[in-house]
């Protein structure tokens, strides 16, 4: 059996990025790993946008 690598979890402590279009808090964190290691992206689910975070 092959373990999952724990740095693709979606799920924990990011899943409320504010989005940066709409202002709203219903998004969920797509992937913790973005274009580079501070970012990871995100999607909301009021406008329906897919966004990156800065961490």
Do not use: I
């Amino acid at each position: 059996m092959r373990n999952r690598d724990p740095s693709v979890d979606t799920s924990g402590k990011y899943d409320q990025a504010e989005c940066p279009y709409c202002g709203s808090t219903d998004t969920e964190r797509d992937h913790p790993k973005g274009p580079s290691l501070c970012r990871s992206m995100h999607y909301c689910n009021e406008c329906e946008q897919p966004f990156e975070r800065f961490s």
